[in-house]
Structures are given as C-alpha cells and as structure tokens.
C-alpha cells in the first residue's frame, strides 16, 4: 500500500453513504457545498486549528494528522486526547465532530475507526474505543473499536482502494432521502442515470 496514493479518511465516509458520491469526488474531484456539507464546515472550523493542552491525566491535541502507511490512509482527527496510564503510557483516543445526531448507518463510525487504525500505527498502542460528538444533541457518542466494526473499516478500506485502481465510476441508485439530502445530487443526476435505455430514448424522441 505504500506505494499508493492515500485514501483519505473522511473519503470512507463518503464511500459508505455512497459508493457513487465516493468515486465522484474522488476520480472526477467534484464537490458541491448544500446546507449539510455548510454546516459541517462551520462545525470543524472551532476545532481544526492546530494546537494542544493538558489538563492532569489527559492531553488534547486538536487538528492532528493522521496515518496509516500500511493500509494506505491519512487525513486529519478533529481532536485526539491522550490519556495518560499509571505505567506513564497515553492511550490516544479520537474525538471526531458531526453535525446533526447518531445516524442508522455507520459511516461516522468507519471514518473513526481508520483514525484509531492510524493512531495505532503511529503510537504502537491499542486503541479501544473513541468517541463522536454531534452538534444537535450537543454530546459525546462513546464508539468502541470491536472486530466488527474493524472488519468493516478494513473491507471500506479495500473497496475504496478497488474504486480507485479500476477508475470506474459506480452506476447511479436513487434512494429519495438519501439522495435528496447529497449536495451532489445535479451532477450525479441519479434519476436520470437509473432510467432504463428505453426511456431515455424515448423522452429523446418525444423531446424532438
């Protein structure tokens, strides 16, 4: 992997929400901003400004880049706090900010878990958990690092990487409130693309 060009962590994200929105921003690099993406902006930009404090036990290092070279991932944690063991050890523990509230799916928690893989990696310590902290509700969702969940990470992981070295662009699902609520949705255009040949012609030929 370390001869290729890194996946980025938020990317895995994406790739769970979509695997099409995934390749769109990630072979065609587009992106567009909607309230959502606007929100979250303005959410990272409190915490993403390098720095860092200790209080007692614990050191909190806001905006840290992050990598993993053997699985060919980096990016950057909103917040890493480094909690400091009897054995005079830090157990790193990732703290990522979202807007909105805990979701069904478990996008947020993949893009935590890769940055628990890098920690791990750059550290050479275990990470067992880490946590998401939602602006809606206002509080810390606690995120433990179980094999499943690092499982999913890693098959994200390589079907990002199978994205990328293939170059192909997935076809397009629609799914209304999944898609309605993408900021790509006018250059994905998913209704258009899910439409059988047949219509398509056929609204060709009416439009002539």
């Known amino acids: 992997m370390q001869d290729l060009e890194p996946i980025y962590l938020s990317r895995l994200q994406h790739y769970l929400y979509c695997p099409r929105q995934f390749a769109l921003i990630e072979l065609e690099n587009i992106w567009a901003e909607n309230q959502f993406t606007a929100e979250g902006q303005v959410l990272h930009q409190r915490v993403n400004q390098a720095d860092q404090q200790k209080r007692g036990n614990v050191r909190t290092v806001w905006a840290?880049?992050?990598?993993?070279?053997?699985?060919?991932?980096e990016g950057v944690a909103d917040v890493v706090e480094y909690h400091r063991q009897a054995d005079g050890t830090e157990i790193p523990l990732p703290i990522e900010y979202k807007r909105g509230k805990p979701k069904a799916h478990r996008a947020d928690e993949v893009q935590l878990c890769a940055q628990a893989l890098c920690l791990e990696e750059m550290h050479s310590v275990t990470v067992p958990e880490g946590?998401?902290?939602?602006?809606?509700?206002?509080?810390?969702?606690?995120?433990?690092?179980?094999?499943?969940?690092?499982?999913?990470?890693?098959?994200?992981?390589?079907?990002?990487?199978?994205?990328?070295?293939?170059?192909?662009?997935?076809?397009?699902?629609?799914?209304?409130?999944?898609?309605?609520?993408?900021?790509?949705?006018?250059?994905?255009?998913?209704?258009?693309?899910?439409?059988?040949?047949?219509?398509?012609?056929?609204?060709?030929?009416?439009?002539?």
Not at 135 to 147: A, L, M, P, Q
């Open 131 to 208: 946590a998401l902290f939602y602006g809606e509700v206002r509080r810390r969702h606690s995120v433990i690092f179980d094999t499943e969940l690092r499982d999913l990470t890693l098959q994200t992981i390589l079907a990002c990487r199978d994205i990328v070295q293939t170059s192909i662009t997935p076809p397009a699902i629609y799914h209304a409130k999944k898609c309605n609520g993408c900021s790509l949705i006018d250059q994905c255009l998913p209704k258009d693309f899910c439409r059988s040949a047949s219509v398509w012609l056929a609204a060709q030929l009416k439009k002539d």
């Open 64 to 73: 840290s880049r992050l990598a993993n070279m053997e699985l060919g991932i």
